[in-house]
Nanobody
Framework: QVQLVESGGGLVQAGGSLRLSCAAS????????MGWFRQAPGKEREFVAT????????YYADSVKGRFTISRDNAKNTVYLQMNSLKPEDTAVYYC????????????????WGQGTQVTVSA
């Protein structure tokens, strides 16, 4: 398993941007697909974006497609989520997660999770 620590959350006005980072420990980071998920108050955790171990494949939830971009730097053991044109409905705790050897959108496939970072978008 890898240990994950998210950062970069905060308060932003609608239409603004934030960049989340997720730093991973461990020498096998490059063998994991990475994902971002979010959980709003009173709602279930939902998939946001995922990226393959090499970074060549990505997939997004329809709700963020065209606004969010996931990327990774395996040399820095870090995955990013660039969030543009933010909306109030994007307000949630954002979690990064690691899935060993599987390119997936399913929560059950991700075995390692960070502690989450709060993103709040004001109208």
């Amino acid at each position: 398993q890898v240990q994950l620590v998210e950062s970069g959350g905060g308060l932003v006005q609608a239409g603004g941007s934030l960049r989340l980072s997720c730093a991973a420990s461990g020498r096998t980071f490059s063998s994991y697909a990475m994902g971002w998920f979010r959980q709003a108050p009173g709602k279930e955790r939902e998939f946001v974006a995922t990226i393959s171990w090499s970074g060549t494949s990505t997939y997004y939830a329809d709700s963020v497609k065209g606004r969010f971009t996931i990327s990774r730097d395996n040399a820095k053991n870090t995955v990013y989520l660039q969030m543009n044109s933010l909306k109030p409905e994007d307000t949630a705790v954002y979690y990064c997660a690691a899935a060993p050897l599987v390119f997936s959108t399913r929560i059950a496939d991700f075995g390692s999770w960070g502690q989450g970072t709060q993103v709040t978008v004001s109208a």
